[in-house]
């Protein structure tokens, strides 16, 4: 019995060193979680599995402004991804996207690993990727892309990144924070569908005139990753 657990985990072990396939999950044990969606919505549809990831992502949304429409329209993010599976079915796993945002939003020159750092919400290895906008591959305008190819359990591997196409927008309750959304893989195989929920902030402001500035407005959510 022993000698056969031993040649499994060898097998697997050489399965596992295969770069598509090499720790395209948390450490953390995840296999109870299940995304909770608003009732009454056909917009985001949750699976009914368990993920792969779930993250904090702190960071701002980038907007310049289209004088044509005097609004806002995004023109880019730039977040980082911290590792939340562990603190799941915690209160502080409900709580880290308001509390980060919180000091994220009220801390002017704070570097956005030294927030998290203070309240102590993570493990190690702590970040687990970045998350920016990329030209959409498949067509025209930008699409998500979430980058765990250098960091946390991912790092090294090539393909440990998804780049998305939004399939489901649900507006928060609370204008201030951005779209609740589902979201399909496109390329990568660091999953085949990604939810940002638990906003908070990121929304610009409502109108703009032609000559005002580009600006980075502050946010925090929670990303699932299936
Ligand atoms: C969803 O809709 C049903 C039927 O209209 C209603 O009874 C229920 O209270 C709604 N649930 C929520 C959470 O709004
Ligand atoms: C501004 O918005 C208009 C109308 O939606 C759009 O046609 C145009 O391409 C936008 N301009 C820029 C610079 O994005
Ligand atoms: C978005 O803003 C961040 C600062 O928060 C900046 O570093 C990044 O280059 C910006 N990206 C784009 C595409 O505007
Ligand atoms: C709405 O969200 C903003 C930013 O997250 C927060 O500061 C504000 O307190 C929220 N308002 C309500 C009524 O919850
Ligand atoms: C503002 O953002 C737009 C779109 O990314 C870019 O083309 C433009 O150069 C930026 N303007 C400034 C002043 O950085």
Redo the contacts with the bound molecule.
Sequence with gaps: MLTFSVLVLVVLGYADASPSKRHLSTSCDLSCARLQVPANQTQLIAPTYAPSFIGIGV??Q?YTCNATESTYAL????AEIFDSSCLYGTPAFESAPTRVYDVWSATTGIKIREVITILGLTHDPAVLGQH??VPNPVGSGLSPKWDFTSSGVTAGNPNAYVTGAKIGDLPSSNSSNIDNLMVKAVEGELASEVFRVETNGGQPPTRCVAGDS?I?VKYTAQYWFF
């Design positions: 960071g701002t980038n023109v880019g993010a730039l920016y906008y580009n980075t």
